[in-house]
């Protein structure tokens, strides 16, 4: 029984990684840009949210809240194509995880000018109930996260397969130059791609906030997120949210079973693991190249 | 009135002249071919025709109307569709999804309709998988239907490639080395093809070629380049008796006429 509490909440927790890897991942198949700033626009999302509904701020009713900081994370992540990432199109690759640590950084000062240093919750109707299923006690917001999760990555799996814009979204990610003369505008498509990086990034971001509590540095979470979009062959949606679960399921056993210290090790190990392994991830589709 | 029309086009790249005052026109249906040594300025003005640069000056008018203004995205909706020299296909995707891709243009639905299969969105998929159904049975690429590009030989991704330009339904067709690095029969294959995709699809080919035998069989009329500058045109035979472009050939020693 405990075994299973600590399997549900640490696939919660998965869920959050897989979600940001999610987005880091989008942004990687469709442009071949590494964000490192993944993580702290999930923090930012959070903090705008928790802004717009916590009684000490706006205290906007929770419902409202939330699709406002998803639309207007969505827009913050179209104008930061349109503005910063167009830009470095044709520059290494290095040049852009440069310019997205950087981008981390102003962000993480920003949202800790704007709502302090300290970690907040978020007030959240999900955020301290329990369910309980046949002797297991499960907090709500648990459950929310392992919902949204699946519902959003069934959505997202659904509008890449079959909607204009999310075969777009493949053919660009495949073929810049060919999508180009089937059509595709490949500049605008990319920018969509970031606004719906900074919603599914906005989305982990409520979930986190509303199962725990975040603050500035929150967005560090993003490199766990990265070793799970690694995990799972980076340019996998699928393989993202696996590595997220990976990552996520880990945690708790090793922090239970393993001596502290070691157990936040324990991730990483697994990481490297898969790198020896299966270089190229779990779930990847790159194969060796036929000579 | 002509179907492509280039008035006075330049292009350079630095220092270099890719293109110098280039004037053509190519009439509807007809096969178009340029030919001329390597860097003569053939691939410069394919990539100025599907906008993948801007000329430095002159213009540049597709039924009548300046492109000029155009993205290279905008290329397609006008009805021009083209292939690449060395094959620019969705390699993780099937030879039909490569296809499908190319109905892109030819698509109306909405993401909501798509979402949830609407009937208008089922009429409208069917639409497209027979469009590309008829390009498979036309070039006989029933065998990979559902193969995955990255493990196909060379000769087939080149018909793909071909196969998703025509998907596009373009009026006209822009082909880049549309024989390169195929065997005696395959370029035969291409030929016979040709000749159907103007008579029986009413479809104009623009097209780049090495291959003298190919340009021989199936072109009209024949522009030879060197050095950027337009030697002649006229029909095949014409030009492989120009004098000029035996001398572009022979003299630079570059590249055989007749490989």
């Known amino acids: 029984m405990e075994s299973l509490q600590l399997l549900v909440s640490g696939l919660a927790n998965g869920c959050v990684y897989g979600l940001i890897a999610l987005g880091f991942v989008l942004i990687y198949k469709a442009t071949e840009a590494l964000n490192f700033a993944q993580g702290d626009m999930m923090m930012l999302g959070a903090f705008v949210t928790l802004g717009l509904t916590n009684d000490h701020y706006w205290a906007l009713p929770f419902w409202a809240s939330v699709p406002i900081a998803l639309l207007l994370m969505g827009a913050f992540g179209y104008v930061l194509e349109i503005t910063l990432l167009r830009r470095m199109s044709g520059q290494s690759q290095i040049a852009v995880v440069v310019l997205t640590v950087a981008l981390g950084f102003i962000i993480r000062f920003i949202a800790g000018a704007i709502w302090g240093h300290e970690?907040?919750?978020l007030e959240s109707p999900i955020a301290g109930v329990n369910v309980r299923f046949s002797g297991l006690v499960l907090g709500l917001d648990e459950v929310?996260?392992?919902?949204v999760t699946i519902v959003l990555t069934g959505l997202l799996y659904l509008g890449f397969a079959h909607t204009r814009l999310g075969l777009a979204m493949q053919a660009t990610s495949q073929n810049q130059l060919a999508a180009y003369y089937m059509g595709i505008p490949v500049k605008r498509v990319s920018a969509l791609i970031w606004c719906l990086s900074g919603i599914v990034a906005t989305a982990a971001g409520i979930l986190l906030a509303s199962k725990g509590s975040i603050d500035p540095n929150s967005g560090f979470l993003g490199i766990k997120a990265f070793a799970a979009a690694v995990i799972g062959g980076l340019g996998s949606l699928p393989g993202a949210l696996l590595g997220g679960l990976v990552i996520g399921v880990i945690e708790p056993f090793a922090a239970r079973h393993v001596a502290a210290g070691f157990s936040q090790v324990v991730p990483y190990a697994v990481l490297l693991l898969v790198l020896i392994i299966r270089p190229s991830g779990i779930l990847s589709q790159v194969r060796d190249k036929k000579v | 009135m002509s179907l492509l029309e280039l008035e006075d086009v330049?292009?350079?790249?630095?220092?270099?002249?890719?293109?110098?005052g280039a004037s053509f026109a190519v009439n509807p249906g007809e096969v178009f071919a340029l030919v001329g040594p390597n860097g003569a300025g053939k691939s410069t003005i394919f990539n100025l025709v599907s906008r993948y640069c801007t000329p430095g000056g002159g213009d540049i008018r597709f039924e009548g109307k300046s492109i000029l203004g155009c993205a290279p995205h905008d290329i397609p909706r006008l009805g021009i569709a083209r292939t690449f020299q060395n094959i620019e296909l969705f390699e993780h995707a099937t030879v039909l999804q490569n296809l499908l891709i190319g109905r892109h243009t030819h698509r109306r639905s909405n993401a909501i309709s798509e979402i949830l299969h609407l009937p208008g969105v089922r009429a409208e998929e069917r639409?497209?998988?027979?469009?590309?159904e008829k390009v498979i049975d036309f070039l006989d690429l029933q065998p990979y239907r559902e193969s995955l590009i990255m493990g196909l030989p060379y000769?087939?991704?080149?018909?793909?490639?071909?196969?998703?330009?025509?998907a596009v339904e373009p009026k006209l067709l822009l082909l880049d080395e549309p024989a390169s690095g195929l065997s005696a029969e395959e370029t035969d294959d291409v030929a016979f093809w040709i000749e159907d995709i103007r008579?029986?699809?009413g479809i104009t080919v623009l097209m780049v070629e090495h291959d003298m035998g190919l340009v021989r069989s199936v072109s009209d009329r024949v522009l030879a380049l060197a050095d950027g500058k337009t030697l002649v045109i006229g029909t095949p035979?014409?030009?492989?008796?120009?004098p000029a472009v035996i001398e572009a050939y022979i003299g630079l020693?570059?590249?055989g006429a007749d490989e």
């Open chain 2, 253 to 255: 020693g570059d590249d």
């Open chain 1, 119 to 121: 970690p907040q919750s």
């Open chain 2, 199 to 201: 008579k029986v699809m």
């Open chain 2, 155 to 166: 000769g087939v991704r080149k018909i793909v490639e071909l196969g998703r330009a025509l």
């Open chain 2, 127 to 132: 639409r497209h998988r027979l469009a590309a």
């Open chain 2, 10 to 20: 330049t292009m350079s790249f630095g220092g270099l002249t890719a293109v110098e």
């Open chain 2, 237 to 242: 035979q014409e030009v492989q008796t120009d």
């Open chain 1, 144 to 147: 929310a996260v392992i919902l």
